[in-house]
């Protein structure tokens, strides 16, 4: 997947460069500041049960002062935000619209036999109900990417000072459940490839029967019943096909994401529980800690999705 997101990128890059460069600086900078909520919000914590326990001007200094790094990390996070926002609004569409400008270069340079063949007509059925839609995609998820891939490192970094034990287990659990996942992922790929034969009759034949300016035609000849049992025909080719896989998988990703997140995330948060009871750190930090296993595990799980 990784080699796709960087292909749909140097399209991206070809079409509009200030796009890419915006969006990657953006998110870097928008991922950077992600985590540094959550410190504050520890630290907040702290210096409200120590001026409970012994009040002091210190005290509050501090925390008025920790409250204002907090004010100015939502501004940042906020023209963050709003630009990228800009970039999706303005400058996405002309990406998309380059690639429009693409296909048709190359169909005007192909010649008729390959242009009439079945298996690129199965090609261009696939481009028109995915292809947009999947470039989209993926550059949204592109900047996800950029995002989850620095704060896995920040939250991984903090979980190896407090306890490498729980670092390496969120690590190493969450593989399991990624390959499953990727499994189910290429099964459907390849039966979205196999069906577009299907798809592409059912589209036709619907379109057919619901042409007003053919329907003097079909009706005289009854055809109305014939395309209609065409068109149940491939809905239930694709249909029967998506459940079977689906029937299959799904039991058992339960099973095996059940045990990913039992040991992942709800084994490391008992050790901070033990932790904070033990005082071994403070309610701040496990609220800290408690966040972090869920930044690392499920950011873990984003990335080798994506890396796999």
């Known amino acids: ?31 950077g500041i992600g985590l540094s909520a959550l410190l504050i919000l520890a630290r907040l914590i702290d210096l409200f049960i120590a001026y409970t326990q012994s009040p002091s001007a210190d005290t509050i200094t501090a925390t008025w002062w920790w409250f204002g790094v907090l004010v100015v990390r939502w501004l940042v996070a906020n023209v963050c935000n709003q630009f990228l926002s800009y970039l999706n609004e303005v400058h996405k569409p002309q990406i998309l ?38 470039l989209a995609e993926n550059l949204n998820l592109f900047t996800t990417l950029i995002e989850t891939t620095i704060l896995f490192v920040y939250a991984l970094i903090a979980l190896l000072l407090s306890s490498p034990l729980v670092a390496l287990l969120i690590i190493v659990v969450s593989i399991p459940e990624v390959r499953f996942n990727i499994k189910m992922i290429r099964k459907m790929r390849d039966l979205n490839e196999n069906l577009a ?12 029967t619901q042409d007003i300016t053919q329907y003097f035609s079909l009706k005289s000849y009854n055809l109305f019943t014939y395309f209609l049992k065409k068109i149940k025909n491939s809905q239930k080719h694709v249909v029967n096909g ?40 403070s309610i701040g930090q496990f609220q800290l800690y408690y966040r972090l296993v869920d930044e690392a595990y499920n950011n873990s799980f984003r990335l080798y999705m994506a890396y796999l």
């Open 242 to 281: 998506i459940r079977d896989i689906q029937f299959y998988h799904k039991p058992r990703g339960v099973i095996i994401g059940s045990i990913a997140n039992i040991l992942g995330q709800f084994l490391p948060k008992a050790y901070y529980v033990w932790a904070t009871l033990n005082a071994y750190i």
């Open 97 to 134: 619209n380059y690639t429009d400008t693409i296909i048709i270069q190359k169909l005007d340079k192909l010649p008729t036999e390959v242009i009439e063949s079945s298996q690129f007509q199965n090609y261009m059925t696939n481009i028109h109900t995915f292809g947009k839609v999947k």
């Open 197 to 208: 034969l299907e798809r592409r009759s059912q589209a036709y034949f619907t379109s057919l």
């Open 1 to 31: 997947m990784f080699h796709l997101l960087l292909r749909n990128l140097r399209l991206a890059y070809q079409a509009n460069r200030f796009y890419v460069v915006g969006l990657i600086v953006t998110s870097i900078i928008y991922a």
